[in-house]
């Protein structure tokens, strides 16, 4: 699944072209190194956000084309904020 579109999904952001914005200006980063909103992500990638207040760093738990609002945080687990 495209990083741009597991964020819209687990709702991390709240539109697709927030998340491809994001990857565009540099600001998502997988294990480490920057990715592009095409970026294929595999379970269990470690993925960076950096917002204005800081950053949040993540792993990616399941890959779910659609999930319901309660359970999207279920598609990660939080490492730091």
């Keep these: 699944m495209r990083i741009d579109k597991f964020l819209k999904v687990s709702r ?21 190194k920057e990715v592009k909103p095409s970026y294929r992500l595999k379970v269990g990638d470690v993925v960076e956000i950096a917002f204005l207040t800081g950053t949040l760093k993540f792993r990616v738990k399941e890959l779910k084309e659609t999930v319901k609002k309660d359970d999207a945080s ?4 939080v490492i730091a904020e």
């Design 74 to 77: 279920s598609l990660y687990e």
């Design 12 to 32: 991390i952001l709240k539109r697709r072209t927030v998340a491809h914005d994001a990857a565009e200006a540099g600001k998502i980063s997988v294990n480490g």
